[in-house]
């Protein structure tokens, strides 16, 4: 089999796998430990039709490089990425009533993260957001959408054009990891933030990105940053 070939089924195994994690999203999260020291709680956001299940081994990955300090929760599917964006700051005041907020973001939920922190004052709170495979330039199979959330993805459309217009605040680092298999993000390149870091996996696809123990450890790297 050719390593085109491979690819592609190694996606949809990672999509299968995170369907199996998806029902586990549902039991319900026990509370934040506080953060030891003056470390960040990290607050995880995924993407759209998924639920905290997806970060699930990630969180694992980074509970065992000591980062107990986790807060999650389901986001449902909202009615905009800006109503998103304030259920992301909801999140952050309740897992973190004091100190500072790292967030780790899939997909939609790294749009969120960034509106959060770029246009609501989330910087107040907010040091780093580590994205995965988000459509940061947006995604061409949003062009030609019917539905108003889904619309927010065109390249072209107000959503994507005001968040790139505005700057990150100085105070905030963005991460960006790139799936350079993605097909969801299109073109791939999109999932490069205009601003920040950015590191590409070229073998790995969208769903790829939450399961593979490389990109665990760019997190970690991240994080470390």
């Known amino acids: 089999m050719s390593v085109l070939r491979e690819r592609p089924g190694k996606e949809l195994l990672s999509w299968a796998a995170q369907g199996a994690l998806y029902g586990f999203g549902y039991i319900r999260p026990r509370p934040p430990r506080k953060p030891p020291r003056e470390t960040s709680t990290l607050v995880f956001v995924h993407g759209l039709a998924m639920n905290r299940a997806s970060f699930f081994p990630l969180q694992g990955y980074l509970r065992l490089m000591g980062y107990d300090a986790q807060s999650s929760r389901n986001f449902g599917i909202p009615d905009s990425i800006e109503a998103m964006a304030e259920a992301v700051g909801r999140l952050v005041e309740r897992a973190a009533p004091e100190g500072r907020v790292t967030i780790v973001a899939h997909s939609m939920g790294g749009l969120a993260a960034r509106w959060y922190v770029q246009q609501m004052g989330g910087d107040a709170r907010v040091d780093r957001i580590v994205t995965l495979a988000t459509p940061h330039r947006g995604t061409y199979l949003a062009s030609n959408a019917s539905t108003g959330l889904l619309n927010q993805?065109?390249?072209?459309?107000?959503?994507?054009?005001?968040?790139?217009?505005?700057?990150?605040?100085?105070?905030?680092?963005?991460?960006?990891i790139v799936a350079g298999q993605d097909l969801i993000v299109v073109p791939r390149a999109a999932g490069q933030a205009p601003f920040g870091e950015s590191v590409t996996f070229d073998d790995l696809g969208h769903m790829d990105v939450l399961l593979s123990p490389r990109v665990f450890a760019a997190v970690h790297l991240a994080l470390r940053s």
């Open 153 to 176: 993805f065109d390249p072209e459309g107000p959503f994507i054009r005001s968040l790139n217009d505005s700057p990150m605040p100085p105070t905030v680092e963005l991460h960006s």
